[in-house]
């Protein structure tokens, strides 16, 4: 293990000169079209061109390679510092580059500070894990309000057509975080109650055959069909579940609509999909979680949060809290950020446990594993038969493949504090993880 880790120090370190290398190119194309003004304004692009064809490297790769590069030297030396020393790998280099220009440079003094948390962070995680930590520090020291920033974005919602090779297309839609958490878990909770011994679809095709179902399934007025596939009886269009059909309405003024209107519409999707008609499999239901630190509820002005995504502004954080039934709401101090919630000693895991541990690791809590806290297992880190409880200490999300590991004995977990996990390789190797923090409170420092 000591020799691929300085392996990949030095892959940082290569990562590092050619970082300086691609600038110094940079600059003499720069210096070269002080002499030619056909040049002026195209250095960029004429460098990209120049390292595409000597690296075997798309263009828009090279581009990329020159902007990165080019971030990393002049504006973020101390990003390049830590990529030198084998602090981060290439990829956690960008991305702390990324978030860094997220925020306006207005303030010198707290664009390094900020620099300097991001480097910390990626320094510890995955480059997934990193991203989600970084957008809760960004909220902290960005000049805006999220609010303002959210009504400002939201206007910039859209659906994108991009034709692609083969015959096929990519379908992308910009939209509030909320609603779009709420579609895709809708859809992906749908595509896994259609898995089974005698399907052969990946669960990435179920998904993409039950979003073509629905929204291809509709009539030429928005509805979905008015027979229902395996009865030949019109159907209800009762999406509420209340045998009272609603027509459907505009959007709000800003575009966010009320979750249990716009995504109710989805929560039946299943049955039949993809194989000779829209069936539905009614009553299927996503799980997703939404922390509101107390006060926003009241009416405070602190982000949400929207489990596995990051940040959502107050506004949305309260409706998701009060209006939407897909969403579980947990609640946080006021003061500590602590989540409000309780421990059990039986050994079946009560619902609210359930939901607490869930939001408290978020993922699976194996060292580089991303998979989300709702798709995973709750493992007792001290087995129940060898004396351990089943408490909000001694249980972590484990998904089920490094729940397995556990299992056979190949990999060990301690949990000396709650949602700390140490986690022991069977070579020995020990590794550290702790959960993300919960929203800390709007007057105090992030808990990294």
Not at 186 to 208: K, M, S
Request: charged share 25%.
């Amino acid at each position: 293990m000591d020799t691929l880790k300085d392996i990949d120090e030095a892959r940082s370190w290569l990562d590092a000169q050619e970082t300086k290398i691609v600038t110094r190119v940079l600059d003499l194309q720069t210096e070269q079209t002080r002499h030619d003004p056909r040049g002026w304004g195209y250095e960029a692009t004429l460098t990209a061109a120049e390292i595409s064809a000597a690296l075997h490297l798309p263009d828009r790769t090279a581009g990329f390679l020159v902007e990165h590069s080019t971030l990393l030297t002049r504006y973020y030396p101390a990003t390049l510092e830590a990529l030198e020393a084998g602090k981060l790998s290439r990829r956690h280099a960008w991305a702390v580059v990324e978030e860094a220009t997220s925020i306006p440079d207005t303030d010198p003094t707290a664009t390094a500070e900020f620099e300097a948390r991001l480097i910390e962070v990626a320094s510890l995680t995955t480059v997934v894990k990193f991203r989600q930590q970084a957008n809760r520090l960004r909220e902290k020291l960005h000049p805006e309000t999220i609010t303002t920033r959210h009504k400002r974005a939201v206007k910039e919602r859209g659906v994108y057509l991009t034709p692609s090779y083969d015959g096929m297309a990519w379908l992308e839609a910009y939209l509030p975080l909320d609603q779009a958490a709420g579609i895709f878990h809708r859809v992906d909770t749908a595509a896994r109650a259609l898995q089974g011994p005698d399907e052969p679809r990946t669960l990435t095709q179920l998904r993409a055959d039950v979003l073509t179902d629905v929204l291809t399934s509709a009539g030429a007025t928005g509805h979905m069909s008015t027979v229902e596939p395996t009865t030949g009886q019109p159907a209800t269009d009762d999406f509420n579940g209340d045998g009272a059909s609603e027509p459907d309405g505009p959007d709000s003024p800003d575009g966010t609509h009320v979750m249990s209107e716009g995504l109710d519409r989805l929560a039946g999707l299943g049955g039949q999909v993809g194989r000779g008609g829209a069936g539905a499999y009614w009553g299927v239901q996503a799980k997703v979680f939404v922390t509101v630190p107390v006060m926003t509820l009241l009416g405070g002005d602190t982000p949400g949060e929207l489990e596995g995504y990051g940040p959502i502004d107050p506004d949305t954080a309260r409706k998701l809290a009060g209006h939407a039934p897909s969403f579980t709401r947990i609640l946080t101090h006021p003061f500590t950020g602590a989540r409000l919630g309780a421990d059990a000693t039986t050994y079946r895991v009560p619902k609210d446990l359930q939901d607490a541990v869930r939001v408290r690791d978020r993922t699976c809590r194996h060292p580089g594993c991303n998979r989300l806290a709702v798709f995973c297992e709750l493992d007792h880190t001290t087995p129940w038969s060898q004396g351990g409880k089943t408490s909000y200490g001694n249980l972590a999300a484990l998904c089920k493949r490094h729940h397995k590991l556990k299992s056979d004995g190949y990999w060990h977990y301690r949990q000396p504090e709650p949602g700390m996990i140490i986690a022991i390789s069977p070579m020995g190797e020990t590794y550290l993880t702790r959960p993300d923090p919960p929203p800390a409170p709007q007057d105090d420092p992030p808990p990294f």
